[in-house]
């Protein structure tokens, strides 16, 4: 398989940014026409996935695709140009996002928070998708800034977006933290610049796994990558950082909220996994690193040993501050924003198992089974929460004390709901089960008994307010609001569309685990990503066209 695409398939991985780029400047023009607003955002939707689909088939996944591809805007070669990259891990997080992001467009154009907001909403909508997907495209570390600065202040409005005084609070809170982490991000993206004189990933790669020849002390690097971690772990919403999601969750319109813990976490753990085995993994810093949890002593000459203790200790709190949180909630995004919480944890822990162990197939299959469940989370997560907003339109509340009787009240809402929920505890065949079987059997390779009891704890607390919050909402007897609420059933129809996702993902589980195993080399294939690149054709200005490698 060769690193480097001919033809149009480079000019396919800015697509994806140009059209919602585009979109986002069209529905800016049309704010007195909100039915033409609509249908651009919404054709803007259908060519996004079009364009991921692209990427997906003629990049990465077709026999003949040549597995990455680069595109140099400008024309101005690596290192010193900007660098968008499309592989396996970054095709397979813009696919969740592709999937996600159309359901929740159309739910918009459904339900759709009222006032003056209206006229920037879906402009708003692509700013944040643009964000994103660059974050995932992206080739260096200081673009990955702009990105996420750009997906951050569509969040910002978004989480502000009703203008009460609770959504205010909520939006104060949620922008003070962001604000520092990006102090924080820009911090470590300086020292990293002053350290290597570099930002293109595949050129500090190259710069890190060769220290004496490029003059560069790697120990001062590894030490920020600790600060760019941190930074990853608040956009994740990893303990201690998760404080801002509850607040944020409820404030937000709950399309927003379906995107930000089905997608923009995913950046977070995206740019961990990236950044820790793409970029500095081939670093070497003397490491005598005991972690019992792993029944092992980790001594190397890797800082991955680091990362992976930081991320077990996270992931073990969020698996429990987010399990125990969810189980006393008393409204359904209470219930779902703590679950987030907690999954998140299960996509830490075995990127944790990962880094921390030194068997290149155990390494892969745990990031396999991370990018599994995290693709679960994403759809069953943002499954509910559009649920939640369905709810709350047709009964005006989501509080367990005013429902109940939803089953019989709308049977497809039930049965979307229902799937998502048994999708969260790991029922088979749905997605679900994979991804959580996937989670414990690289806990059990690693010998990780602890960890397996963790999880195990961190399943049973699924159960328990999964169970909680179907009984309490959709069984029992009728309450006036469920009696005399008005269903969408295009809304329904979204969160239809969605579970059966759920259920084809799990029942056709093949080709997914294929995808995911594609992603996982390609994360791992420093080589491969740094050929592609190729920062050592700065030296010859003229040995390309723009976008061409």
Do not use: C
Request: aromatic share 10%; no cysteine; hydrophobic share 55%.
């Amino acid at each position: 398989m060769t690193a480097t695409p001919v033809g149009t398939e480079s000019q396919l991985v800015i697509a994806p940014m140009l059209i919602v780029l585009v979109a986002a400047a069209a529905t800016l023009f049309l704010g007195r026409h909100p039915r033409a607003r609509a249908a651009v955002s919404l054709a803007a939707g259908a060519g996004y996935g079009l364009a991921v689909a692209a990427i997906d088939w003629y990049i990465v996944l077709a026999p003949s695709a040549p597995g990455i591809a680069t595109y140099q805007v400008g024309d101005w070669p690596a290192p010193f140009g900007i660098t968008l990259v499309a592989d396996g891990l970054s095709a397979f997080m813009l696919t969740m996002v592709a999937v996600l992001g159309i359901g929740s467009l159309v739910y918009s154009t459904r339900h759709l928070p009222g006032g003056e907001g209206r006229s920037y909403y879906f402009p708003l909508f692509h700013f944040l998708a643009l964000g994103v997907t660059g974050a995932f495209l992206t080739g260096d570390l200081f673009n990955l800034f702009v990105w996420f600065e750009v997906m951050l202040m569509a969040s910002y409005v978004f989480v502000a977006y009703s203008g009460g005084p609770q959504h205010t609070r909520a939006a104060f809170w949620y922008v003070a933290l962001n604000l520092l982490a990006s102090a924080v991000f820009l911090l470590g993206v300086g020292g990293i610049y002053a350290t290597t004189g570099t930002l293109n990933m595949a050129d500090l790669a190259q710069r890190l796994a060769e220290p004496a020849a490029y003059g560069l002390e790697p120990v001062p690097v590894v030490g920020l990558l600790g600060m760019l971690l941190s930074v990853f772990a608040i956009k994740a919403g990893l303990v201690p950082f998760q404080f801002w999601i509850p607040t944020a969750y409820r404030a937000a319109p709950p399309q927003i909220t379906a995107l930000l813990a089905g997608a923009t976490k995913k950046v977070g753990i995206y740019a961990i996994i990236r950044l820790s085995f793409t970029v500095f993994a081939g670093a070497e810093v003397a490491v005598d690193l005991p972690l019992p949890v792993v029944d092992a002593t980790i001594a190397g000459d890797s800082p991955l040993p680091f990362v992976g203790a930081a991320l077990l200790v996270m992931g073990a709190g969020s698996i429990l501050v987010g399990g125990i949180g969810a189980v006393g909630r008393d409204t359904m995004e209470g219930v779902f924003a703590y679950s987030s919480i907690g999954q998140v944890g299960f996509i830490a822990v075995p990127v944790a198992i990962a880094a921390s162990t030194v068997d290149p197939t155990l390494r892969e299959f745990a990031i396999i089974a991370a990018l599994v469940f995290a693709l679960n989370h994403t759809l069953a997560k943002g499954l509910l929460f559009l649920a939640v907003g369905t709810v709350r339109s047709a009964t005006g509340t989501s509080r367990f004390a005013d429902l109940g009787g939803l089953a019989g009240r709308s049977p497809p809402l039930a049965i979307a709901v229902f799937i998502a929920s048994l999708a969260l505890v790991g029922i088979p065949p749905l997605s679900g089960f994979f991804g959580k079987f996937l989670v414990f059997d690289a806990a059990a390779r690693a010998g990780a008994g602890p960890v397996l009891v963790l999880l195990l704890v961190g399943s049973l607390l699924t159960i328990a307010y999964a169970t909680r919050m179907w009984n309490r909402s959709f069984w029992g007897a009728r309450t006036d609001a469920v009696d005399a609420a008005t269903i969408d059933p295009v809304e329904v129809g979204v969160l239809v569309v969605l579970a059966a996702t759920i259920v084809v993902v799990g029942v056709g589980f093949d080709p997914v685990y294929e995808f995911a195993e594609t992603a996982a080399e390609a994360a791992l294939d420093t080589d491969t990503y740094v050929d592609a690149v190729d920062p050592q054709k700065a030296s010859d200005l003229g040995g390309s066209s723009g976008g061409d490698h």
